[in-house]
């Protein structure tokens, strides 16, 4: 079993910037890569940006050159460097671990709200 636990949202104006964290605990040797996903309200769950063991990145296109997705040495946590806020980028932010047997872990949610 792998816990997840976000920090960092709040309330910012548009153009500025945030910094999600997510913190793992439990089987973290078991984690293959970890993820950020959104959910604005009225629309479904989406990927924001992912990063494997290998440090191979992914990112929406709606973020790209925007968002940057880390992690620290240990594994332990990770982080979304969030730049350039729009209002559209306004949602509940998801912090998700997949492990090597294809289970997911989800954090609770952290709300970013982007004001214009």
């Known amino acids: 079993q792998v816990q997840a636990v976000e920090s960092g949202g709040g309330l910012v104006q548009a153009g500025g910037s945030l910094r999600l964290s997510c913190v793992y605990s439990?089987?973290?040797?078991?984690?293959?890569?970890v993820a950020w996903y959104r959910q604005a309200p009225g629309k479904q769950r989406e990927l924001v940006a992912s990063?494997?063991?290998?440090?191979?990145?992914n990112y929406a296109d709606a973020v790209k050159g925007r968002f940057t997705i880390s992690r620290d040495n240990a594994g332990n946590t990770d982080y979304l460097q969030m730049n350039s806020l729009k209002p559209e980028d306004t949602a509940v932010y998801y912090c998700n671990a997949n492990d090597y047997w294809g289970r997911h872990y989800w954090g609770q949610g952290t709300q970013v709200t982007v004001s214009s």
């Open positions: 990063i494997t063991n290998d440090d191979i990145t």
């Open positions: 439990g089987r973290i040797s078991s984690i293959k890569s």
